[in-house]
């Protein structure tokens, strides 16, 4: 399935943007949640990018995915990073570069740099052979012996094409070495006086862990990324289109199985896979099945797992990046940003029968779907009128006033409203004015309850949305 999430909107959106600051000569810091980078996604999509880049030299890594999911004490020993002539902050110990103040890049990664000797959390010193630091790996890769920024450097004053260095903070076993040489290189290449367009970009992916916090959110001349509000309900909806159940000819039948799949959109959210399966437990019905369903496809909760609290600012959905108040939620892939809010990854709280919650969702989906339909309905029946009206009874101008709002019912200086402005309960009122058949009654009837239902936010029922379904795919003047 991953190709096929590589073609949705939100997915190639994110992707144009980082594509775009990395031709455009900056450096990029790439965030994801934990389960993205743990399922294996987090590496697809970073293949995604290199693949539209040129020059595009990946740095392996020292810890592999089972290494990850084994904990710790699989992970290979670490080597401390050595102090080196590009390490004028070493003496102090405190990654501050007083000597490269004038650094446009250190607004970015002057703490970046972890301590000389420190281990990262959850790593015990190393006891074994070491592994070869990330600077010699990436040597290795530009197949010199010496320092690879002053090959670079070199390269790039030779008038080469500068490449685009890919490293994954999460195979590291120090990921903070990927952060002193970013830093070290930008210095390198500032002092050097190399163009933007010329120097070396690198590409650094991470979870929140893998880089020191202090530098998470931070602006500078390096381009920070988050996987976050990436997902879409288009997406959600198009992967759901590309997965068509079995052909269907009946047109109220297709109707019921677009509101079924708004509702497993709505339901999941940001988590593609679970509405995935929720769309192939669930086929549509009852509140009770729905909740049943999803109880089917939801994983289990973690031991001590909490539903994380929604934020009380509105703006936290539409941020740049998760804030402090959701930032622990979303390294651990509970929430998300979509589709305005913020949506819970899972939901468990879903699944309490007592929580109105899953009846507001489901009404929501709905009135996405069937709002606009009824509305068409509406203006259809409002182009009828003049030729239905009994004309030997009534003028045109009593159906309006009849049919008037209910809110300026009996309010005489009240303006007669239009004919287009007219609403289905004024319609309901005023039916008796119109010479309609009994399937007509049923229709106007079947709208104005379903109307009033959605706008109350209450769900309808499967039988009411079948009736509603066939009322909306037939005509008027239909026998």
């Known amino acids: 399935m991953d190709e096929d999430l590589a073609r949705l909107p939100g997915p190639r959106r994110h992707l144009d943007m980082l594509e775009a600051d990395l031709r455009a000569g900056r450096s990029c810091v790439w965030y994801f949640p934990d389960p993205v980078v743990e399922s294996g996604r987090a590496d697809f999509f970073v293949r995604e990018l290199t693949h539209r880049l040129e020059a595009v030299i990946p740095v392996p890594g020292v ?53 000389s000797g420190s281990v990262r959390p959850g790593l015990a010193p190393a006891t074994a052979a070491p592994t070869a630091t990330l600077e010699e790996r990436l040597a290795k890769e530009l197949g010199v012996t010496g320092d690879p920024v002053e090959t670079l450097v070199g390269q790039s004053s030779a008038g080469q094409a500068p490449p685009v260095i890919v490293v994954r903070c999460w195979d590291e076993a120090s990921p903070e070495e990927a952060a002193r040489l970013l830093r070290v290189a930008q210095a390198t290449f500032h002092e050097a006086g190399l163009p933007g367009h010329a ?23 390096a381009a920070v990324h988050w996987w976050w509000k990436v997902w879409t309900r288009l997406d959600t909806e198009v992967l759901m289109a590309w997965r068509s159940r079995s052909a269907v000819t009946d047109a109220a039948d297709t109707l019921l199985r677009r509101v079924t799949d708004a509702v497993v959109a709505e339901v999941c959210g940001p988590d593609i896979d679970r509405a995935l399966a929720l769309r192939a437990t669930w086929d549509g019905g009852a509140l009770g099945t729905l909740r049943h369903a999803l109880s089917q496809v939801l994983p289990e ?51 309490d029968a ?31 009128v003049p030729g239905m009206l009994h004309k030997q009874r009534f003028t045109l101008r009593d159906f309006r006033e009849k049919a008037r709002s209910q809110h300026w019912r009996g309010t005489e200086e009240a303006a007669v409203p239009d004919l287009e402005e007219l609403e289905l309960g004024g319609l309901s009122y005023a039916a008796h004015m119109l010479a309609l058949t009994t399937t007509q009654r049923h229709r106007l009837r079947t709208l104005h309850t379903a109307r009033n239902t959605l706008s109350h936010r209450t769900p309808l029922d499967h039988d009411e949305l079948v009736s509603l379904a066939e009322v909306l795919t037939t005509d008027w003047t239909a026998d």
């Open 63 to 115: 810890v592999s995915l089972a290494d990850r999911r084994a904990g710790p004490a699989s992970l290979p020993a670490q080597r401390a990073p050595v102090a080196g002539p590009h390490e004028p902050w070493a003496d102090t110990g405190h990654g501050q570069d007083t000597v490269l103040s004038d650094d446009p890049y250190s607004s970015l990664l002057s703490r970046l740099a972890a301590p």
């Open 199 to 221: 120097r070396t970009r690198f590409l650094l992916t991470a979870r929140a862990t893998d880089l020191p916090r202090a530098t998470l959110g931070s602006q500078g001349r």
């Open 301 to 351: 909760p973690g031991a001590g797992s909490t539903e994380p609290v929604p934020p009380r600012r509105l703006s936290t959905a539409h941020a740049s990046a998760p804030d402090a108040e959701i930032h622990d939620a979303w390294a651990r892939g509970a929430v998300d940003s979509w589709d305005g809010r913020i949506h819970p990854a899972h939901g468990h709280s879903l699944l």
């Open 354 to 384: 007592d929580s109105q919650e899953l009846r507001v969702l489901v009404c929501h989906a709905q009135n996405r779907v069937l709002l606009p339909l009824i509305e068409e309905a509406r203006t259809a029946l409002i182009h009828l």
